[in-house]
């Protein structure tokens, strides 16, 4: 399945987050190993759809990734 433009890939894995069903204040984990890539897309997507986003890098479950909240 090809990729869409709101898509993640940050390792090269399409990860498909439903953003506009991300109410302000709810946050969503991305796993991945790459995340100043992923941060970089996540600001994209926030840009094209002029909503907020701040992310985080975490360790959560023993996995790294991004931690995403959903501020306006």
Avoid: Y
Avoid at 18 to 37: D, K, Q, Y
């Amino acid at each position: 399945m090809a990729k869409k433009v709101n898509d993640l890939d940050p390792d090269g894995v399409r990860i498909i987050v439903p953003w506009r069903e991300l109410h302000v204040g709810g946050s969503i984990f991305v796993p991945c190993i790459n995340t100043e890539a992923c941060e970089r897309q996540v600001q994209g997507v926030a840009q094209r759809l002029g909503i907020g986003l701040t992310c985080r890098q975490r360790i959560e479950a023993q996995r790294l990734g991004l931690r995403i909240w959903r501020t306006t």
